[in-house]
C-alpha cells in the first residue's frame, strides 16, 4: 500500500493536517488589513520560539537564504570570520564568509564529534588584537546528529567580543535554544524542521550589536537587507510579497506549538530521541554519536549491520513501508543513515519506525530476536 | 455571505483549486528520485514559457528575489547601468543596482507612459563610448497598467550591445514576450501572477551573453548565485531546500497552461482586458491609460467617478461583493484603482467583476443606467 509515506529525514519534516489545509485555502492580498493582522500575530510568536525581545524578520526563502542573510549585512571584503565546523552546515557558513570576501578561519572537529570549548577558548584567546569579528556556528548539525553545547560556546564568543551567528535551523523548536539568556548575536532559523510546516521560509535575529555591525557593512544584500526587512515588519508588514500561503500555515503551526508549550516541545523531542536511540542499540546497532552529551534530540544516525548496506535499508524502509530516512551526505554517503525527531513526531511515530526498521532488518537477514527494538522504545518512554 | 474572495489585484492571484490541493499535499524529499522528476519537469515546462532555449533558474523567493540575483550577479562597483523607469516596479530596478555599487542613469516617464523607443536611441547612441554596461526594464508595469514595447526596446539594446536585464514578473504568462527571438538577454518572472500559483518562487533566464558578464561578477549573491543553481539544476535538482510544496503547485499549474497552450493565455489575456476596458468605457468611468497601444492586459487602472472616493469603492466591492481591487501606489493612492485580469481570469469573471462594479457604484450613488457596463463587456466578448 503506498500514499502514506512519513518522512523521517532530517527535513523536511511532517506537517500537520491542519496546517496543510491552511496553507491550501486561496492566497489573501499581501498588504490587507487582514494579512497585516496575521503577521502582526506570526512576529510576536516567533519572538517567543526564539527566546529573544529582539525583532524576528522573516524572507520568503530557504534556511541558506537566512544563513546568506546574516553575513551579507555583516561581512564586509577582508573582515576576519572564525567558523566552528562539525558538519556539512558548519561548512556553509564557511563558504558565504568567503563568499562575501571574508578572511575565514577554521576550527573543525572529525563527523560525529562536537566543538571543544577549551579549544574555542584557546583560538579566542590567542586572538589579543581581537581581529575575529564574527564566530559561525551550528547549534544543531543535521549531517552527523551532533548538538554542539552552544551556551558555553556562546559565552565564550562574548568573552572575547566577536559577532556569535547561529545555524538554529534543526534546533529552534525542538532543542532548547535562549537567544537572549545565551547571549547569541544573531539566531537564524528554517520553516520545514521544528517549525513543522513545508520549506520556503527562514527566520532570522539580531541583538543590538550585531545590527551596530550591520549598520556598517558596505554591500548588504538588497533582498536580504535587514533594515528595509525590519521597517516592514514593524509596520506588520514585509518588504516584498511574501509567500502568503506558507505564512497562513506557520500562523496555524505556531498555534499548536503555543497550545503544546515550548518546554513540552523540548522535552518531546528528547524523549523521542532517546527512545529511538534505545531502540537501535537493542537492536544491536551502533549508533554514529555514542556521546549522550552531543547526540541530537532532532536526528539521530545509525550505521548499517556488517553486510547490510544503507541503500537496502533506505530502499526497503521506503517501499515496503513508506518511510523515508536520509542517507549520509558526502564522505558518510553509505555509511550512516539518519532518521529524524524533528517537528511533528509522536511517540507512535517513534514505534513505528523502529518496528519497520526491525521488519526491513529481517527482510534482509539480519539475525535478531523481532521486538526487542519495540520493546526497548517502549520501555525507555516509560522510564 | 463572505469566504468567496475573488482578488483582482496584481498579485496574488486566484489560484485553481486543482492547483491548492497539489501543494496541500505532504512535503516530499527534496532530494528524493520522485521529486527530482517534478524538477526535470518544470525546468523543461518554463523554458517553453519563457520562449528561450536557455535555463530558467527557480529560486525559493519572490520576485524581488529574482530581480536581486539579476542584478547581483552581473553588477560591479562602479558599473554604469541605465535604468528605464515607468513606474515604482522600474523604480525598484535602479534601486538595486544602485545597492549594488552600479552609478545609475534613468529615463524616466510620466505614471501611466511608456518607454519612448527614440528616447532610448538616444540616449544610447549618446553613449559612444559604450559606458552603459546594462539596461534594465518592465516588461508591464502593474502600478500603472503600462505595457511597453519590449520588442523595439530589446533591439534599441542590442544593438547599443549593453545587457538588456527585463523584470517580466507580470508578463510571462499573460502576454507575449520572446526571450530569443526579441534578444532578450536577462528575463526575471515570478510565481503569483501568469503562473496561477501562490507568491515564493521566482525565476531567472538568462542567455550566454549574460552570462559571460555574470563570470566576471566580483562579489555575487550566494543564495542567488547563479553558477551554483545552474550547476543543481543541470542535475535536475535545486541548490538548497526548495519550497517544496510551492513546486508541486507550479507543477501542477503548467501542465493547466500547456494544456490551454501558450498563444491561448495571451489572447485570454487580451480578450479579458479589452473587454474590462469596455465595461469602464460604457459605465462613463476613465481609464488612466487610454492609448490602446501600451494598455496592459494584466492590469487595468481605472479612476474613480468624481465624488465617489477609491477608498469607498474598494471597500464596497470587498465588503458587499467580496471582490478585492487594489488601490494606486504612492503618489497614485486614492487616485486610481486597479484591476487585474492577471493569471487564472476568465471571461465570466470580468462579467462579474464589472457588475458588481456596477453595483458598488449605483450604491454610492454614481448616476449612470445598471447593466450598461455588463453589456459592453459582453459585445467586446462576442467581437
Given at each position: 500500500m503506498k500514499d502514506k509515506t512519513f518522512l523521517m529525514i532530517p527535513g523536511p519534516t511532517p506537517v500537520p493536517e491542519r496546517v496543510l489545509l491552511d496553507m491550501a485555502k486561496h492566497p489573501i492580498g499581501h498588504r490587507s488589513t487582514e494579512f497585516s493582522k496575521v503577521l502582526e500575530s506570526i512576529y510576536s510568536d516567533l519572538k517567543m520560539f526564539f527566546r529573544t525581545k529582539n525583532d524576528v524578520l522573516v524572507f520568503t526563502a530557504s534556511g541558506t537564504g537566512a544563513m546568506d542573510a546574516a553575513l551579507s549585512n555583516l561581512v564586509n571584503k577582508g573582515d576576519k570570520v572564525l567558523s566552528l565546523v562539525i558538519g556539512n552546515f558548519g561548512q556553509r557558513w564557511a563558504k558565504i564568509a568567503k563568499n562575501y570576501g571574508a578572511e575565514v578561519q577554521t576550527i573543525e572537529v572529525e563527523p560525529g564529534q562536537a566543538i571543544n570549548p577549551d579549544e574555542l577558548r584557546k583560538v579566542l584567546e590567542a586572538d589579543v588584537n581581537k581581529e575575529i569579528k564574527i564566530v559561525t556556528l551550528t547549534h544543531n548539525e543535521t549531517s552527523t546528529g551532533v548538538t554542539n553545547d552552544l551556551k558555553t560556546l556562546a559565552s565564550i564568543i562574548r568573552e572575547h567580543g566577536a559577532i556569535s551567528v547561529v545555524d538554529g535551523v534543526t534546533s529552534l523548536g525542538a532543542i532548547q535554544c535562549e537567544m537572549d539568556e545565551w547571549g547569541i548575536d544573531v539566531l537564524i532559523s528554517g520553516s520545514?524542521?521544528?517549525?513543522?510546516?513545508?520549506?520556503?521560509l527562514s527566520f532570522l535575529a539580531a541583538n543590538e550589536r550585531a545590527w551596530a555591525v550591520a549598520e556598517k557593512c558596505e554591500r548588504p544584500s538588497f533582498y536580504f537587507n535587514w533594515a528595509s526587512n525590519r521597517k516592514s515588519l514593524l509596520e506588520n508588514s514585509t518588504a516584498f510579497t511574501p509567500a502568503v500561503n506558507l505564512f497562513m500555515a506557520l500562523k496555524s503551526a505556531l498555534e499548536m506549538m503555543k497550545d503544546e508549550g515550548i518546554e513540552n516541545i523540548w522535552l518531546r523531542h528528547k524523549r523521542n530521541a532517546k527512545a529511538l536511540r534505545a531502540g537501535i542499540r537493542a537492536l544491536g546497532l551502533k549508533l554514529f554519536v555514542e556521546d549522550e552529551k552531543i547526540a541530537s534530540y532532532a536526528v539521530t544516525a545509525v550505521l548499517p549491520p556488517e553486510n547490510i548496506s544503507v541503500p537496502d535499508i533506505r530502499k526497503v524502509l521506503k517501499n515496503d513501508y513508506d518511510i523515508v530516512v536520509a542517507n549520509g551526505q558526502n564522505k558518510l554517503k553509505d555509511k550512516i543513515f539518519r532518521m529524524g525527531t524533528l517537528g511533528f513526531v509522536s511517540e507512535r511515530d517513534v514505534i513505528t519506525a523502529i518496528g519497520s526498521l526491525e521488519a526491513t532488518l529481517y527482510k534482509l537477514g539480519y539475525k535478531f530476536e523481532p521486538g526487542v527494538g519495540v520493546g526497548a522504545v517502549i520501555k525507555e518512554f516509560m522510564k
Open positions: 520545514q524542521k521544528g517549525f513543522m510546516i513545508p520549506p520556503g
